[in-house]
T-cell receptor
Framework: KAGVTQTPRYLIKTRGQQVTLSCSPI?????VSWYQQTPGQGLQFLFE???????NKGNFPGRFSGRQFSNSRSEMNVSTLELGDSALYLC??????????????FGSGTRLTVV | SQQGEEDPQALSIQEGENATMNCSYK?????LQWYRQNSGRGLVHLIL?????REKHSGRLRVTLDTSKKSSSLLITASRAADTASYFC???????????FGTGTRLQVFP
């Protein structure tokens, strides 16, 4: 079966712009989580969606937002981009949200560079 | 914030040797997971161990969990060059239902 698909793979944006990243989970998976990975901060939890509802949110400013559609596809949006937003953004899907004992399946990520 | 911290931060070994990585976490958990990440790519789920389990095996992987010490270890036996990657532990942070990752161990296996 198809894995988790993230688009685009690479993105270069200018400070102040906004960006939308997309994630299509594995068919049948209804839980989608987003992570930001940087060399300095490691893997940081952004948010998690299940059945179109945001269940959890990490400690990120309001410039970071997301949503999930009825087909479980998810998007995250970052407005007013800053240089520090440059990172690998990873999406993961799971059958059920935590505390269910299911592993997450990750996409290959979107590499965002803000110049 | 990080729930788990891995030790060592980096590990270099020869092919055929065993690699052991440790993870310590801060709060009570329902389960603990280990993931592998090849450079700049997505993470791959390796194994999940529940809080009521003490040891679990999967192929060349052996995971132990000590909830009294809030620690886990991942052992890779007979390492191969293809095992070169970063390894992360992840836990559901207490009752927050968030999967939080540790800082990772970078493993280099030389042929």
């Amino acid at each position: 079966k198809a894995g988790v698909t993230q688009t685009p793979r690479y993105l270069i944006k200018t400070r102040g712009q906004q960006v939308t990243l997309s994630c299509s989970p594995i068919s049948g998976h209804r839980s989608v989580s987003w992570y930001q990975q940087t060399p300095g901060q490691g893997l940081q939890f952004l948010f998690e969606y299940f059945s179109e509802t945001q269940r959890n949110k990490g400690n990120f400013p309001g410039r970071f937002s997301g949503r999930q559609f009825s087909n479980s596809r998810s998007e995250m949006n970052v407005s007013t981009l800053e240089l520090g937003d440059s990172a690998l953004y990873l999406c993961a899907s799971s059958l059920q949200p935590l505390p269910g004992a299911y592993g997450y399946t990750f996409g290959s990520g979107t590499r965002l560079t803000v110049v | 914030s990080q729930q788990g911290e891995e030790d060592p931060q980096a590990l270099s070994i020869q092919e055929g040797e065993n690699a052991t990585m440790n993870c310590s976490y801060k709060t009570s958990i329902n389960n603990l997971q280990w993931y592998r990440q090849n450079s700049g790519r997505g993470l791959v789920h390796l194994i999940l161990i529940r809080s009521n389990e003490r040891e679990k095996h999967s192929g060349r992987l052996r995971v132990t969990l000590d909830t009294s010490k809030k620690s886990s270890s991942l052992l890779i036996t007979a390492s191969r060059a293809a095992d070169t990657a970063s390894y992360f532990c992840a836990t559901d942070a207490g009752n927050t239902d968030k999967l939080i990752f540790g800082t990772g161990t970078r493993l280099q296996v030389f042929p």
